[in-house]
């Protein structure tokens, strides 16, 4: 059974901080984290740093974003792009579908059932990665070879 977002979150061991239970947040700063419930939180002055932001009221704080990203809801598809070390990671049956994951470290992660479909797996590591039955339809590629059949690189296109 594939991992919910939290478990997946918990199992890379990703840096998660439930904003609205910090109390007084004025002047923080946060740097590669997953952020949530910004919601009637004062944060005057803080300093977000590359962090996923993730719910309602972020666009209410009067704070200094730099290189985040907003989600109203967090996907797997989220914390596999913004978070490229998913080795050993479940993502069986993951709808995957388009997402980045140039040079992603995905070795013995279980894709098995994986919706890959036009996803960029270019430079990916996918060595030991359990690919079966993976959709790989259109999927790109270059030196992500390792753990691939001759049958799923058919139906993937090369990238130079």
């Known amino acids: 059974m594939a991992m919910s977002v939290q478990e997946l979150l918990e199992n890379l061991n990703l840096k998660t901080i439930d904003i609205s239970k910090l109390g ?39 704070s200094l974003f730099v290189d985040c990203r907003n989600r109203v809801e967090l996907t797997i598809k989220d914390v596999c792009e913004l978070y490229k070390g998913l080795i050993n990671a479940d993502l069986s049956g993951a709808d995957l579908e388009g997402a980045n994951l140039y040079y992603a470290k995905l070795q013995s992660a ?21 690919l079966q039955s993976a959709i790989l339809q259109d999927a790109s590629y270059s030196s992500a070879t390792s753990g691939l059949t001759e049958q799923q690189k058919a139906g993937m296109r090369f990238v130079e």
């Open 24 to 62: 007084e947040s004025r002047g923080l700063y946060f740097v590669d984290a997953f952020v949530f419930n910004a919601e009637n939180v004062n944060g005057v002055g803080c300093v977000f740093y590359r962090c996923m932001l993730v719910g309602v009221g972020f666009d209410q704080l009067d």
């Open 110 to 130: 279980n894709l098995k059932r994986a919706n890959l479909r036009d996803a960029n797996l270019k430079g990916a590591d996918l060595d030991g990665a359990n």
